[in-house]
């Protein structure tokens, strides 16, 4: 059901990793810790690409963090796509975090399955990506739900049915351990780190015919 553009395929590539944590470790300074981790190795490969291919990036050192809340009140009469793209031209490398319980206007800054992570302790790492002027999501991570946050998102959501899974039993009952994890998107960081305007000129996909139309009009070669 995924709709194409220059952003998403059907061929969807990523890594996906996950790692055991003490509850102890359940806080944002933890999360933030995890992010800042993430965020130095790409920090770290864009500064060797730039020294040997000549690429330029402008990313910073360090990661800016900010609610989905905050970025709200920062940017109260936007869309969440058009605070995103606004928050990273401005600081280049975000992490936006607490997604999605509704913010003050009512709606979430994006969508969340309910029994995957504690919205309160999740977030989005977005770099600004100049070849396409625009926000790129390089990965959606987080803290993985425990049994309060497990009952609470997925009443809200109201699919209680849910929690009848054995999945979402075993969390209830304690039987699986706490994790943090998340997706990094493998083309999208490709396509990033190589200035090129269609993950479809990183990967190997399938494409409509409008897609190829309309990349062909940009000079855009698809694999």
Known sequence: DEKLDNLHSIYVD????EKIIGIEQ???RFLFKTVSQIYSVIYKVSKLS??????TYNLPKNIYKISSLELEKRYPNKTPKEREYLITKQFRA???YGIGW????GKPHDGRAPDYDDWKLNGD?????????GAIELSSMG?????????????????????????????????????????????RLCMYYLQKKHIGEVQSSYWTDEVIES?????IELL
Request: aromatic content about 10%; hydrophobic content about 35%.
């Open 50 to 55: 730039e020294k040997r291919w000549g690429f």
């Open 26 to 28: 359940r806080n944002r």
């Open 143 to 187: 803290i993985r739900v425990n049994k309060d946050s497990l009952v609470k998102q997925i009443k809200y959501k109201g699919n209680d049915e849910l929690l009848n899974n054995p999945y979402a039993q075993s969390i209830l009952e304690e039987k699986l351990p706490q994790t943090i994890g998340g997706g990094i998107g493998q083309s």
């Open 215 to 219: 990349a062909n009009k940009e000079n």
């Open 14 to 17: 990523q890594w996906d990793w």
């Open 102 to 105: 509704p913010l003050k206007n």
């Open 94 to 96: 975000v992490f936006i």
């Open 125 to 133: 790492i977005i770099l600004f990506d100049d070849a396409i002027d």
